[in-house]
């Protein structure tokens, strides 16, 4: 039921470019990204409705197919400061009173100098 | 707007003693969520309150409990606490549907 993120892990270099995946097997409405650096909280960082494509700030945007209930998030040119965890945060069952919100699992992210 | 606050933010407690958490939303957010979050694991849903109803449950024993009030505000109850309730308990809050603000958790120690 929770959504499956892919890669668990990646290790790029500064500069470099990634793409986390996001796969749930319910109807979505909507898909948000989180970040979560080392010893905070996560950080809200965009939201995905049906049918949209969403850039973020920086260079991270993201897409959203709800065909396949997938959704990906594309860093671009990676900095040091996109080191974390991701997470896709995924909506179901709006307006039919079963909604849910839930978490991928979550996919860790290392930029190297 | 202020942000999403948790009350206390460190915690230790000796087995078989009993918590309460205390989190306040932003404010105008009728949604507050609770996870748990031990050191390298992703987010474990406790539960969600929604206009002082428990709209949605995670997969945790009757020992975690909560409630919302009449302001939004949430507290989180766990009872006979074990070794391994040690963990973040991050709460996060939303308007009604949509994304989630996180409070900046509490870090709870149980010796």
């Known amino acids: 039921q929770q959504p499956v993120q892919s890669p668990q892990a990646v290790i790029l270099r500064e500069g470099e470019d990634a793409v986390i995946n996001c796969s749930s097997s319910?109807?979505?409405?909507?898909v948000h990204w989180y970040r979560q650096k080392h010893g905070e909280a996560p950080i809200f960082l965009m939201i995905?409705?049906?049918?949209?494509e969403q850039k973020g700030h920086d260079k991270i945007s993201a897409s959203f197919n709800e065909k396949k209930q997938q959704s990906s998030l594309y860093l671009t040119a990676s900095q040091l400061s996109y080191s974390g965890t991701y997470f896709c945060?995924?909506?179901?069952?709006?307006?039919?009173?079963?909604?849910?919100?839930?978490f991928g699992t979550g996919t860790r992210l290392k930029v190297l100098a | 707007k202020a942000g999403v606050t948790q009350t206390p933010r460190y915690l230790i407690k000796t087995r078989g003693q009993q918590v309460t958490l205390s989190c306040s939303p932003i404010?105008?957010?009728?949604?507050v969520s609770w996870y748990q979050q031990t050191p390298g694991q992703g987010l474990q849903f406790l539960f969600e309150?929604?206009?002082?109803?428990?709209?949605n449950k995670g997969n945790f024993p009757g020992r975690f409990s909560g409630r919302q009030f009449s302001n939004s505000r949430s507290e989180m109850n766990v009872s006979t606490l074990e070794l391994g309730d040690s963990a973040l308990y991050l709460c996060?809050?939303?308007?009604?549907?949509?994304?989630?603000?996180f409070g900046p958790g509490t870090r709870l120690l149980v010796l």
């Open positions: 945060g995924t909506e179901t069952g709006m307006g039919s009173g079963t909604y849910k919100y839930i």
């Open positions: 995905l409705l049906k049918g949209g």
């Open positions: 404010s105008g957010h009728r949604s």
């Open positions: 996060a809050s939303s308007e009604a549907t949509g994304p989630q603000y």
């Open positions: 319910k109807a979505l409405y909507s």
């Open positions: 309150y929604f206009s002082e109803t428990q709209r």
